[in-house]
């Protein structure tokens, strides 16, 4: 099918919001993916940026699709040495993705800019779509939970999300600014797009950074969202257990409230057809259809559909 003459941006974070993108990529012939940066982090001295390597990887069609991270058909041969050397490598990287962050925190180091080093290798491997970081600064989620705060790779890898979320604190994002390109994209785009992502941590510091949520209640483009919450459960992560766990109801009509006055639409899955009348009476217009993206062609259907129904 023909791409569609139109400029979408996309907020982008964890893995719903990487196969959208990459729907949107093959649907469209402008993209720009604005990417949470909040939770990366320093492992094993590297520089490592979960969030924006999946949409990278994904968008390259190298994404290992098991996982939903990391790179298809990875060999772990560096981290079974670290090992049997002592370490506990509990945060689990292959050698292909090891090399990112080796070249990666190489040029941070040199003085590169983390939108700089993210143009590069997306050039390497012929990404089409702009992606853009939310911030060239440090931000870093913090979950505060009953055994304390813990940095977000902790909670999420080396805790599973398994305490109970009491908080989150974006470290540093409040002298954070947007990265380049970020609010242009924002402001000049035919439609903004949040992706299925949690709304909490993933799409949550995109928004704290200081200009991007004003950007985003101002902007002319028509705004939608997209529920990661499908029958009262998230496809995968701790969104559904956060939505509970801060006393928000556990549905699409629980991620509608969260957005009120920042999205015109919001597309929610045919299993929570009865939540209609609820969310319009947000303020919001509902798409209808199924969010629960299997592969390629699947995740340009859910685009195509959306971009017909903004227009």
Avoid: C
């Amino acid at each position: 099918m023909p791409a569609i003459s139109q400029s979408v941006t996309l907020l982008s974070g964890g893995g719903g919001g990487a196969k959208l993108a990459h729907g949107m990529a093959r649907a469209v012939e402008d993209l720009t993916v604005v990417i949470n940066t909040a939770d990366d982090a320093v492992v094993y001295g590297l520089s490592v940026s979960p969030d924006l390597d999946t949409v990278m990887y994904t968008l390259a069609g190298e994404a290992n699709s098991v996982t939903g991270w990391g790179i298809e058909g990875d060999t772990h041969a560096t981290i079974e040495a670290m090992v049997r050397l002592g370490e506990d490598a509990w945060f689990s990287l292959g050698d292909r993705d090891l090399a990112t962050q080796i070249v990666r925190s190489a040029r941070l180091r040199a003085g590169a800019a983390l939108s700089e080093v993210t143009a590069q290798f997306s050039a390497a491997l012929g990404i089409g779509a702009r992606l853009l970081p939310m911030t060239d600064e440090r931000v870093a989620t913090q979950v505060d939970t009953p055994a304390g705060r813990l940095g977000f790779q902790e909670y999420f890898v080396a805790h599973r999300h398994s305490d109970k979320v009491l908080g989150l604190v974006f470290d540093g994002v409040e002298r954070a600014r947007p990265g380049p390109g970020v609010l242009a994209a924002m402001t000049t785009a035919d439609v903004v797009v949040i992706g299925p992502s949690n709304p909490f941590v993933s799409i949550g510091p995109i928004l704290a950074v200081p200009g991007i949520r004003e950007a985003l209640e101002e902007t002319p483009a028509r705004r939608v969202g997209v529920s990661p919450i499908v029958g009262g459960r998230s496809l995968k992560g701790p969104a559904a257990a956060m939505l509970a766990a801060l006393d928000h109801e556990v549905s699409a009509l629980g991620v509608a409230r969260l957005y009120v006055g920042l999205l015109d639409m919001l597309v929610i899955d045919e299993q929570d057809q009865d939540l209609v009348s609820a969310i319009e009476a947000l303020g919001m217009s509902v798409l209808v259809t199924q969010t629960v993206l299997g592969g390629a062609d699947d995740r340009e259907r859910l685009a195509r559909e959306l971009l017909m129904a903004a227009s």
